[in-house]
């Protein structure tokens, strides 16, 4: 009995063994190993990708094929995740395609390593090692930083060279809700704002007036209050927002008009794209907001994308017009004085607009002196809060607006303190050439081009208007494009900046802005 008790554990170890040694064998000539937990962060992958070449995107159930035939020598092309069944031919050495995949089996590419298509698994911290170990740190993202607000959002911001110049940066924001820190919640749509004059995303949208980002909630600002309702927020600071107060020396703003800005615009879309198909939201295009001028910018780089023949390199998806009128209805003759006498200035050589100094100083003396008498309207009885609301309040210096709807009383919609600190942290400069083309492109007399192609716009189109700021005069410019999907919304009472600093906007304003990109996702 104790032999064969023997035989039988001698037995048992020995089979043991040898499946032991056999499932050793099959894992290690399996390709399909278990995925290494990732560590890496998208910012890490970003900082590794060459920004410059064009880029093509690639959706689910578009064609591979068509990208290939359509790219342009250098382009780079990324693709998401699908099932790809198309026999592919690549006869051009000099593009690069790379393929993402969150997740085992989502991703199907018929002769992708044939092709010389890089697959990256964004799942696999070795597909993430073996694709970035091909790679150098390429230098184009600076000052990178992640602040947590609450409710689980954060703000994302860094800086992007798109130039040679000292102030051919641009600083690109994102606040988006997230599961985990870097892994954003599965999004219900998406915007990227651009700012208007003097200030940037921040300044704007994101915490204008506040007195710190503690202050940042969904009543006080639109980005919190859209990443809370799971939209994906995505903006821009131009690079003239960099320049110091100090500044004496402006021929860098020589020639710096809305053509340059939508060209900034249109590299920082893309860079967001990328970002979103890295953090698992797809490739989908976007939803380009402009507020006051920066609508200038909005419809001038919807202008410059209807010329591009590949639809992969169109980064717009619907367009959001708030507050100001691109072109007048009956405009031919409108803006000829004030583009000309911008014009003499800067054909005399002053490149720059000091208008933000006046604001600035309004909005400092209002929010530290406001009982003071004011310096700028030397009555000797005008105080500077009422200077302010004078102003800005009731278009006293006649900007054909109102910045706030209010009275000699005070404000209507928004804060007093609010709306002071957010005017006197305005920035002293931007570029003349701005200035000159907002009305030189309702002069009839005057040639600009970035009007050229509005009449081949054809994306979903909201405009959301202020009664007491540009109101109903905004709604025609959508009438000149091709778009058939168009929708106005006036907000009653509200001035310009209230769209952003009123006290009721999230219900006013910002609730319609988020039904619409819902319900065009």
Not at 88 to 113: R, T
Not at 340 to 362: C, E, H, P, S
Not at 368 to 394: W, Y
Request: with cysteine; proline share 3%.
């Amino acid at each position: 009995m104790k032999n064969l008790k023997f035989i039988k554990n001698y037995l048992n170890i020995f089979f043991l063994g040898l499946f032991l040694v056999f499932f050793s064998a099959c894992s290690a000539n399996d390709p399909e190993q278990l995925p290494t937990p990732v560590t890496s962060t998208w910012n890490e992958i970003l900082m590794k990708l060459d920004l410059v070449p064009e880029t093509a995107f690639v959706q689910n159930g578009e064609s591979i094929q068509d990208a290939v035939d359509a790219a342009l020598s250098g382009d780079v092309i990324y693709i998401e995740p699908g099932n790809y069944n198309e026999n592919l031919s690549i006869n051009k050495p000099d593009i690069k395609l790379i393929a993402l995949s969150y997740a085992p089996n989502d991703l199907s590419i018929k002769n992708s390593k044939e092709n010389n298509i890089e697959i990256l698994e964004l799942y696999d911290q070795k597909s993430i090692d073996d694709f970035l170990n091909n790679r150098i740190n390429q230098n184009q993202i600076t000052d990178f930083s992640r602040t947590e607000l609450s409710g689980k959002i954060a703000h994302y911001q860094f800086k992007i060279r798109v130039g040679t110049g000292e102030f051919d940066v641009i600083r690109i924001h994102r606040v988006v809700r997230e599961i985990s820190s870097y892994h954003p919640v599965q999004t219900k749509g998406n915007v990227f704002m651009v700012h208007g004059a003097f200030t940037g995303f921040e300044g704007t949208f994101l915490a204008s007036g506040l007195e710190s980002e503690n202050d940042i909630n969904a009543n006080t600002s639109a980005p919190f209050y859209l990443a809370s309702n799971d939209i994906d927020v995505w903006g821009i600071d131009m690079g003239w927002t960099a320049v110091p107060d100090s500044t004496t020396e402006f021929s860098f703003m020589d020639g710096w008009g809305y053509e340059k800005d939508a060209e900034h615009t249109l590299y920082a879309l893309r860079i967001a794209r990328l970002v979103d198909g890295l953090t698992e939201q797809g490739f989908s295009s976007l939803n380009l907001l402009g507020f006051s001028s920066g609508n200038t910018v909005a419809y001038t780089t919807a202008n410059r994308e209807t010329q591009r023949s590949n639809m992969m390199k169109r980064h717009i998806k619907g367009l959001i017009s708030v507050d100001n009128a691109f072109k007048i209805e009956n405009g031919g003759g409108f803006g000829c004085a004030s583009a000309q006498a911008v014009l003499d200035q800067i054909n005399g050589g002053v490149f720059q607009n000091t208008n933000g100094q006046f604001f600035q100083t309004l909005g400092f003396l209002a929010h530290n002196l406001p009982d003071e008498h004011s310096p700028i309207i030397d009555d000797g009885s005008t105080t500077n809060i009422q200077a302010f609301r004078l102003v800005f309040a009731m278009d006293a210096f006649g900007f054909g607006f109102n910045f706030f709807g209010g009275e000699f009383g005070g404000l209507f919609n928004s804060d007093e303190e609010r709306a002071t600190r957010a005017v006197a942290n305005y920035s002293h400069y931007m570029p003349n050439q701005l200035w000159y083309e907002i009305d030189a492109v309702n002069c009839s007399s005057m040639n600009v081009t970035f009007d050229d192609h509005i009449d081949l716009i054809s994306v979903p189109i909201l405009y959301i208007g202020a009664e007491l700021g540009a109101g109903v005069a905004g709604q025609y410019t959508s009438s000149l494009t091709a778009g058939n999907d168009v929708t106005n919304h006036i907000v009653p009472g509200f001035g310009h900046a209230d769209n952003f600093l009123g006290n009721n906007a999230d219900q006013l304003m910002w609730s319609e802005l988020r039904n619409w990109i819902g319900d065009h996702r």
